[in-house]
Structure formats: structure tokens, C-alpha cells
Nanobody, 121 residues
Framework: QVQLVESGGGLVQPGGSLRLSCAASGTIFSINAMSWYRQTPGKEREWVANIDTKSDTDYLDLVKGRFTISRDNGKNMVYLQMNSLKPEDTAIYYC???????????????WGQGTQVTVSS
């Protein structure tokens, strides 16, 4: 069994910052790309950022310059530093990992349960 657990969400004022963390645990042989997504009620889940094994990153245009994704391969963790937060960043944030549980298996996509981020004064 593999699970991803997010933490760090909460209520913050516009212009504030939050740092989300996501820990992968269980039987893990290797992790390829790790990503963050977000979703608001009535809308589809939206990709926010991803980071590959070389720590190359990519971002949704709306968050470029404000959000930073990083990872700690030794701890199987991914982070999302969110600065200059806006009310429109309010959403449930989910982490995703593309991983193998053994060397012989294919990569599978695993999701966390999500953490709520609310930006409001």
C-alpha cells in the first residue's frame, strides 16, 4: 500500500504565504514526477505545478513567480511554497506522485486526500 498525505493548508489573508507538504509512504521503489493540483467546487481539478527527478519544474501561468515546488527525494516528500496568495487561489490542493512499488511494476499515479487552502480577509 502507498499513500500520500498533504499538510499545511489553512486560512490566510490576501498577500500572505503558506507552505504545503506532501509525504509519500508505504512500499515505494522509486518516484518519478511529483505534482500539485487544486480544485474548487463545481470545477475540474486543475494542474498547478510539477517537478521531475532532476528537479526541473513547470508551473501554471497563474501561479508563476508566486509558487515554488520542491522535493526531498530522501524523504519522499514534495512541497509547495505559496507566496502573494490571492482569493482566487482558494481551493483544495492535492499532491500526486508517479511511482513504482517494485522494480518490475509499471509506474502508477497516486493521489493524496487534499488539504484546504482559503485566502480571505
Amino acid at each position: 500500500q502507498v499513500q500520500l498525505v498533504e499538510s499545511g493548508g489553512g486560512l490566510v489573508q490576501p498577500g500572505g504565504s503558506l507552505r504545503l507538504s506532501c509525504a509519500a509512504s508505504g512500499t515505494i521503489f522509486s518516484i518519478n514526477a511529483m505534482s500539485w493540483y487544486r480544485q474548487t467546487p463545481g470545477k475540474e481539478r486543475e494542474w498547478v505545478a510539477n517537478i521531475d527527478t532532476k528537479s526541473d519544474t513547470d508551473y501554471l501561468d497563474l501561479v508563476k513567480g508566486r509558487f515554488t515546488i520542491s522535493r526531498d527525494n530522501g524523504k519522499n516528500m514534495v512541497y509547495l511554497q505559496m507566496n502573494s496568495l490571492k482569493p482566487e487561489d482558494t481551493a483544495i490542493y492535492y499532491c500526486n506522485a508517479l511511482l513504482k512499488q517494485t522494480s518490475r511494476e509499471r509506474y502508477i499515479s497516486v493521489w493524496g486526500q487534499g488539504t484546504q487552502v482559503t485566502v480571505s480577509s
